[in-house]
């Protein structure tokens, strides 16, 4: 079965920084690799997404995210963060032609000033 | 960020009762979709629509039932309600691209069963 993993329930740091949020799925196939965000009290954004191409994605806000298929991987990184991206994270991937939008637990991410 | 809307935003309603949750979508999009977010089990699709003629269940559609009135109207019914399913439900949409789709999400309902 289709699954995305996301290692850490919570991640608190200081401004300044360095990110990264670990994000696995499961999945031997053509995979389709997204990571949302929702800030407090506010829907879900895409950050940015992995189709194919360039395994290293930027998006928005300073954000990218490397997909290492062997590793069944697609961290998110951001080498400085704010007090802004105070948020949580979610991995997602769709697996296969027709499959459906597959969301890990997700992350909180709490960024001291 | 107005191209999808929910309505209701917050909802309190009692066990047993009968809620109707809608979404409208301004995207011209033909996939809709609804999920329920709990905390710590990130979101969980519901159902699912590829046009107006296709309805599908998702993970977790015991207790929910969908109805596609048009193409940019895709609402949730609770026929009775349960304390359970208190939770924030998003609406999404996405375009007809198959897997390359990108979900647009609504700004959420949050409702409480009691």
């Known amino acids: 079965a289709q699954s995305v993993s996301q290692h850490n329930h919570h991640v608190i740091l200081s401004e300044a920084a360095s990110l990264e949020l670990g994000c696995n799925y499961s999945?031997?196939?053509?995979?389709?690799l997204f990571w949302y965000v929702q800030y407090p009290g506010q829907h879900l954004q895409l950050l940015l997404k992995?189709?194919?191409?360039?395994?290293l994605v930027k998006g928005i806000k300073g954000f990218e995210a490397e997909f290492i298929k062997s590793k069944f991987s697609f961290n998110l990184r951001k080498p400085s963060v704010q007090w802004s991206d105070t948020a949580e994270y979610f991995c997602?991937?769709?697996?296969?032609?027709?499959?459906?939008?597959?969301f890990g637990k997700g992350t909180k991410l709490s960024v001291k000033p | 960020d107005a191209d999808v809307t929910q309505t209701p935003r917050n909802r309190i309603t009692k066990t047993g009762k009968r809620i109707m949750l809608e979404c409208s979508q301004t995207?011209?999009?033909?996939?809709m979709y609804w999920y329920r977010q709990d905390p710590g089990l990130g979101l969980r699709l519901i159902y699912y629509s590829f046009d107006v003629k296709d309805i599908n269940k998702g993970e977790i559609s015991d207790g929910y039932s969908v109805s596609r009135q048009a193409q940019a109207k895709f609402s949730l019914s609770l026929e009775s309600a349960i304390p359970n399913q208190t939770a924030l439900y998003f609406c999404a949409t996405s375009d007809r691209q198959g897997a390359t789709d990108t979900q647009y999400f609504g700004p959420g309902t949050r409702l409480t069963v009691l």
């Open positions: 992995y189709f194919s191409g360039d395994p």
């Open positions: 997602a991937m769709i697996g296969g032609s027709q499959g459906n939008l597959i």
């Open positions: 999945y031997g196939g053509t995979v389709n």
């Open positions: 995207k011209g999009h033909d996939r």
